[in-house]
């Protein structure tokens, strides 16, 4: 059974930073698309960041770009956002995800190609 597992989310002072995981158990992830999305109350879930397996291309949103780093570590199943300068626009819960079957250079950010999910993890930034 694949299971994804964020952590790291919190509460914390617009300006501050926090660095979420997601940990992979019962399968690796050769080949795949790591990402993250978030999803503010009544709002769509959207895209933020992906990176490829191999770690040599990298996607990021353009309302996180330059605040937010993705990286992964695949000895351990696990990738990471490191989110600073935060905003209170960025209060949302934010999801990992993998998409399968990714062979390119190209770094999937649609959310309908991403096969497995993470339940979430409440990120809040008060002003």
């Known amino acids: 059974q694949v299971q994804l597992v964020e952590s790291g989310g919190g509460l914390v002072q617009a300006g501050g930073s926090l660095r979420l995981s997601c940990a992979a158990s019962?399968?690796?992830?050769?080949?795949?698309?790591m990402g993250w999305f978030r999803q503010a109350p009544g709002k769509e879930r959207e895209f933020v960041s992906a990176?490829?397996?191999?770690?040599?291309?990298?996607v990021y949103a353009d309302s996180v770009k330059g605040r937010f780093t993705i990286s992964r570590d695949n000895a351990k199943n696990t990738w990471y956002l490191q989110m600073n300068t935060l905003k209170p626009e960025d209060t949302a819960v934010y999801y990992c995800?993998?998409?399968?079957?990714?062979?390119?250079?190209?770094?999937?950010?649609?959310?309908?190609?991403?096969?497995?999910w993470g339940q979430g993890t409440q990120v809040t930034v008060s002003s």
């Open positions: 990176i490829k397996w191999s770690g040599s291309s990298t």
């Open positions: 019962g399968r690796t992830f050769s080949n795949y698309d």
């Open positions: 995800a993998a998409a399968r079957g990714s062979y390119t250079t190209v770094v999937i950010t649609a959310k309908t190609r991403y096969e497995y």
